[in-house]
């Protein structure tokens, strides 16, 4: 994956793994266009702005930043934790879409565990566009793996740009419910966005990440480099 900002910048603004126009009529190009190009590069260059008198901060990752926000120096630390979250989070919501695999059910290993933790394939879309939908303000819907009872499936929220990472739950399918991420097409008609979504959804990534996580025993391991890695598309 291609990164639109100089090397020299610590944190960098993923390209998209699709063109703007490939998800419509589902998210139309304009959105992405303003929501990656705007939004996003707002987040990492704010990111990189408030770092940039901490040498020893700069090579951070943006994960890894999200997890010790003890280690920030509190005059930064309330705009290092907003921006990295912007960050993390738009990343992997671009990575949770698809234009090709967009749609197709999950099989395998999250699939059953989706039957297991749900009841159905249904009744988990329901659950997770319920809750993104009474969401109150801007924020994050999840379908995350949590360590406790065997790695079990959860749908969760966020508000502002809050990861679920930092509670040591895996990210294993995300949507943005901030109003930018859908006002251009569908106004205030935020169910109408939550329910085309699903014909975008990759679950193949989700799959990746479901089951990668195993391998991720500790709240700090893992989570760190991996989180961000490039999807699959």
Known sequence: MENL??????????????????????????????HHGKHHA???AALNAALQAFPDLKERSAPWLLLNPGKLPRAIRTTVLNNAGG????????QAMSPLEGGAPPIGALAIAIVRDFGSLAQFKLQFSEAGGKLFGSGWVW??????DGGRLQV??????DNPITEGRYPILVNDVWEHAY?????NRRAAYLDGWWSIAN?????????????FPERHSGFDGELLRPAVI
């Open 203 to 215: 679950w193949k990534e989700a799959s990746r990440r479901f089951e990668r996580y195993a391998t």
């Open 87 to 94: 960050h993390v989070n738009h990343s992997l919501f671009w």
């Open 143 to 148: 379908l995350v793996r949590v360590k406790k």
């Open 5 to 34: 900002e100089t090397a020299s910048s610590p944190h960098l603004l993923p390209a998209l793994p699709y063109a703007h126009e490939a998800l419509e009529p589902y998210i139309d190009a304009r959105t992405m266009l303003l």
């Open 156 to 161: 969760c929220t966020t508000e502002g740009h």
């Open 42 to 44: 707002g987040y990492v």
């Open 183 to 187: 006002y251009l097409k569908h106004e």
